[in-house]
């Protein structure tokens, strides 16, 4: 577990270092190498991998997208998923619990009326609105995590919903990411199967809001 920290320390020092140059042929170049350092030790890189992604969904950082295709590239699809999902998991649960024991019940007394108008909301829409907001992150990760901290939504319910919302976007991230490794860099030509994982790509975010518009209106 040790070594795990420390790589995801270094992990998280070079990103920060490279936040301002860091693109998809820079992950690319760098790939093969941590792919090598999975290969050689894959528990610790693995548990390093979730480590720094909770730690970049935590501090407001725009990563999510890129980490998420990242995980393919250098665990592949199915590893990659599992990667992501657990990462998510704890990003989310981490978030959640800080906020409702740390701030829930001090905000509470403050404003016990509004509160009691969110919850009353909440308890009727909540589920969906939470699964929306995974599905189509239009609000940051980690503001979603600390804002249904602060209400009395169950915390088995908020973590089950947050997976599944999670669970459609890391599906054709990941499989991006896998099939750029397998086309060996982002400038090789392209194949039939990495055409496809592109366009899933550029697709997912319409094809997500109508999707969940669809859902709104079916349930109406």
């Not at 290969?39 to 999510?64: G, H």
């Not at 969110?118 to 239009?138: K, Q």
Request: glycine share 8%; with cysteine.
């Amino acid at each position: 577990m040790t070594r795990a920290l420390l790589l995801a320390a270094a992990l998280a020092a070079l990103w920060l270092a490279l936040s301002d140059v860091l693109t998809l042929e820079v992950l690319m170049d760098q790939r093969a190498r941590l792919a090598a350092a999975y290969a050689a030790d894959p528990a610790a890189v693995a548990a390093a991998f979730v480590l720094f992604y909770v730690l970049a969904v935590s501090l407001f950082l725009p990563t999510a997208a890129l980490l998420t295709v990242a995980a393919g590239a250098i665990f592949g699809f199915g590893v990659g998923v599992a990667v992501i999902g657990v990462g998510s998991a704890l990003g989310a649960a981490l978030g959640f619990l800080l906020s409702r024991h740390l701030l829930g019940r001090r905000l509470r007394r403050h404003w016990p009326r509004t509160f009691a108008r969110i919850d009353a909301g909440v308890e009727r829409e909540g589920a969906f609105h939470l699964f929306a907001l995974r599905v189509v992150p239009l609000v940051p990760f980690c503001v979603v995590n600390l804002g249904m901290g602060l209400t009395r939504m169950p915390f088995g319910r908020y973590l089950a919903v947050s997976l599944l919302g999670t669970l459609p976007s890391a599906l054709v991230f990941v499989n991006a990411g896998a099939k750029l490794a397998a086309a060996g860099t982002a400038a090789e030509p392209l194949n039939a199967s990495l055409i496809v994982a592109l366009c899933l790509l550029g697709l997912f975010p319409l094809a997500a809001r109508h999707g969940v518009r669809w859902l709104r209106l079916r349930l109406a």
